[in-house]
T-cell receptor
Framework: EDKVVQSPLSLVVHEGDTVTLNCSYE??????LLWYKQEKKAPTFLFML????IEKKSGRLSSILDKKELSSILNITATQTGDSAIYLC???????????FGAGTILRVKS | ETGVTQSPTHLIKTRGQQVTLRCSSQ?????VSWYQQALGQGPQFIFQ???????GRGNFPPRFSGLQFPNYSSELNVNALELDDSALYLC???????????????FGNGTRLTVT
């Protein structure tokens, strides 16, 4: 059964800090790994990483996929209070029609 | 470009009742997926609809059923509600095309269902 584990479960940092969120996975026939940010309700898409695109960057956020270690990290530099959210990692495997999510990392950025 | 919209936003039902949740997919998307998110957990896949047919199902009992309409909108029906069905129900749409990778899922704001 496909599985995603995220760590840490929660994190409190101060504005300006850099954070690294971790995601490890077990999946049959890996297709892609996705990161989402969930503030109140709708998870919003951040990045999709595949075998042909193992590193993505957008502003202060960046993500790397390590296919050998079956893991990914999400980095946020110069954190702001608006970064406070739940960060969800998900993988797409053999069937290609579903995301398997981890439980998420709760990030709180204090001013 | 309109995003994914869901209705209603909140709903309170009694154990044993039935509920219907609705979703309009993002324009240009042809696939709708439903997820259940219990408090403190990540979303769990319920099922996906593509071309009005179920295209994969997660570990949910048959009392969870769905429909997709020709305009790609969708409904999630849950019969014989149980207390554990209380959760945020998320609808997501994407574009599936032949010979191309699926686009990332785009989620709606969800329906918060409380079963008492």
């Amino acid at each position: 059964e496909d599985k995603v584990v995220q760590s840490p479960l929660s994190l409190v940092v101060h504005e300006g800090d850099t954070v690294t969120l971790n995601c490890s996975y077990e999946v049959t026939n890996f297709r892609s790994l996705l990161w989402y940010k969930q503030e109140k309700k709708a998870p919003t898409f951040l990045f999709m990483l595949t075998s042909s695109g193992i590193e993505k960057k957008s502003g202060r956020l960046s993500s790397i996929l390590d296919k050998k270690e079956l893991s990914s990290i999400l980095n946020i530099t110069a954190t702001q209070t608006g970064d406070s959210a739940i960060y969800l990692c998900a993988v797409v495997g053999e069937y290609g029609n579903k995301l398997v999510f981890g439980a998420g990392t709760i990030l709180r950025v204090k001013s | 470009e309109t995003g994914v919209t869901q209705s209603p936003t909140h709903l309170i039902k009694t154990r044993g009742q039935q509920v219907t949740l609705r979703c309009s997919s993002q324009s240009g998307h042809n696939t709708v997926s439903w997820y259940q998110q219990a408090l403190g957990q990540g979303p769990q896949f319920i099922f996906q609809y593509y071309r009005e047919e179920e295209n994969g199902r997660g570990n949910f009992p048959p009392r969870f059923s769905g429909l997709q309409f020709p305009n790609y909108s969708s409904e999630l029906n849950v019969n014989a509600l149980e207390l554990d069905d209380s959760a945020l129900y998320l609808c997501a749409s994407s574009l599936v095309g032949r010979g191309r990778n699926n686009s990332p899922l785009h989620f709606g704001n969800g329906t918060r269902l409380t079963v008492t």
